[in-house]
């Protein structure tokens, strides 16, 4: 199982940015997909996830009115629009993926696979 976060970079606050997230090795259509973050120093955080068919997201407050996670089942992606990013969002980020029936694990950070992260640095 793979998960390949990309789109990570250097933005200036107030802009915009899109994450991805490539996954192969499972039938991406049942898994529950999920974007986490962690700052210098600080512990890895939930920012968002979406259900196996779209239908439902769940955010952080940090995340909600700002960023907007999405996936699209035939390409076996999931993305990350970061608008209005502020310097304190600055992390690498991470997708992770579960099964869909563990929706509730992979918000409270124990996904069934981890992808490697995406350096996301907002400047002021």
């Known amino acids: 199982v793979q998960l390949q976060a990309s789109g990570g970079g250097l933005v200036q606050a107030g802009d915009s940015l899109r994450l991805s997230c490539a996954v192969s090795g499972v039938t991406f259509s049942s898994y529950t997909l999920g974007w986490f973050r962690q700052a210098p120093g600080k512990e890895r955080e939930f920012i968002a996830a979406?259900?196996?068919?779209?239908?439902?997201?769940y955010y952080s407050d940090s995340a909600r009115g700002r960023f907007t996670i999405s996936r699209d089942n035939a390409k076996n992606t999931a993305y990350l629009q970061m608008n209005s990013p502020k310097p304190e969002d600055t992390a690498v980020y991470y997708c992770a993926a579960s099964s869909y029936s563990a929706y509730d694990q992979l918000v409270r950070g124990h996904p069934n696979y981890w992808g490697q992260g995406t350096l996301v640095t907002v400047s002021s």
């Open positions: 979406i259900s196996y068919n779209g239908e439902n997201t």
